[in-house]
């Protein structure tokens, strides 16, 4: 059925009351349901006409949008969308910012800890000792990455594992805000044979610092990059500083979609929320300046490239990734993040006189507000 936004809205106010522990009714959850495609198909319809004003957007094989030459595109999305996954390697579990767009958002000191010199790599502790032993065993992956929280917290730690990867001939990408990186930490890693470093550029506010760390990290890193959540904030700070960052000869800029969690979902109350393939809960405005930003990009030809990590991407990583371990067909890890639906997230969206539904119609009698039998 497709919902009116008049009926959608009085039922989202209904469910937004409830007491965290009700339960709602098999038909209730289709009226959420519907609600959540309408407001999904509004935007893809929004999304289509400004993919439709690019004229140089790509696809890497129908899982991900982009401008600029192919050949840039980052190895590690390749190893993402295409090969073995997104294979992580958790170290340090602290940060020297906190972002009012990070997962952990509030929770950063109480992140758990690793633990005194292990790696955490596929959910099982190691010793640096023991990734030879791992290396011997297992199938190599086509590519890892060094997550969680702020690598330069403990950069020297770093260097032999990314060592031991770099001789095994394994891919490897780091993510840093950039803001402790020095230009003798940069070349050490460049020396242990790190392959690509991604800079979360947002979380300084397009810092002077930080920008002219990644032009240092291109003298010694052969792949450097911007990795930041899609924002108003980074798009207009981006916007001011924009030939000083292109000047640092960067090869990529992937920009995320932003899509919340429990932690950071109080951080943007009030915007217009869609939530994608009941999975991911995303502002409205995250790809759609992305979008808008790539179009600038394909018009002044920039030199990186400017990749479109929207959840469309992060859906077709998971159904890669299910597929390269061989789970069952159409088995992937996407899903929502909340354990309980955050209705109230989806009122100010249902509120806006300028968010239309494509299409409306009248709910059943025995779906109307006040008339439900259950």
Not at 252 to 275: Q, R, S
Not at 293 to 312: G, L, Q, R, T
Request: some cysteine.
């Amino acid at each position: 059925m497709k919902i009116s936004k008049k009926d959608a809205l009085k039922w989202f106010e209904f469910f937004s009351k409830l007491p965290e522990e009700e339960e709602i009714m098999i038909k209730q959850q289709e009226v959420v349901y519907s609600t959540f495609a309408q407001i999904e198909a509004a935007v893809d319809r929004g999304n289509d006409i400004l993919m439709s004003k690019i004229k140089g957007l790509k696809t890497l094989k129908n899982r991900t949008f982009f401008v600029g030459d192919e050949s840039k595109f980052p190895k590690g999305c390749r190893s993402c969308l295409l090969g073995s996954g997104l294979n992580a390697i958790r170290k340090t579990n602290k940060c020297n910012m906190e972002c009012k767009f990070c997962y952990d958002y509030g929770e950063l000191e109480d992140v758990p800890p690793i633990g005194e010199g292990m790696w955490e790599i596929g959910g099982t502790r190691f010793y640096d000792r023991d990734i030879d032993l791992l290396l011997s065993i297992q199938k190599k992956p086509t590519g890892i990455c060094y997550v969680y929280l702020e690598p330069f917290m403990e950069i020297e730690k770093y260097y032999p594992v990314i060592k031991k990867f770099s001789d095994a001939q394994v891919y490897q990408h780091l993510y840093t805000n950039g803001i402790l990186a020095t230009e003798k930490t940069l070349k050490a890693l460049g020396e242990a044979g790190l392959d690509e470093i991604r800079f979360n550029l947002g979380a300084s506010e397009c810092s002077d610092k930080v920008i002219q760390n990644i032009g240092t990290a291109k003298k010694y890193i052969k792949n450097v990059g911007i990795e930041t959540p899609m924002t108003p904030e980074f798009f207009k700070d981006f916007s001011k500083k924009k030939q000083a960052i292109l000047d640092t000869k960067l090869d990529f800029i992937n920009c995320a979609e932003l899509h919340l969690n429990e932690n950071n979902i109080d951080n943007y109350y009030g915007e217009n929320m869609y939530i994608s393939r009941q999975g991911y809960i995303s502002p409205i405005w995250s790809r759609q300046l992305t979008l808008k930003f790539m179009k600038i990009a394909d018009e002044e030809k920039w030199n990186p490239v400017i990749h479109d990590c929207s959840n469309y991407t992060k859906f077709a990583r998971d159904l890669n990734l299910g597929g390269k371990e061989g789970k069952w067909f159409g088995a992937s890890n996407y899903a929502c993040e909340f354990s309980r639906i955050p209705y109230g997230a989806f009122l100010p969206v249902l509120r806006d006189d300028n968010f239309k539904f494509l299409s409306e119609e009248e709910l059943p009698d025995d779906y109307k507000p006040g008339k439900m039998i259950f």
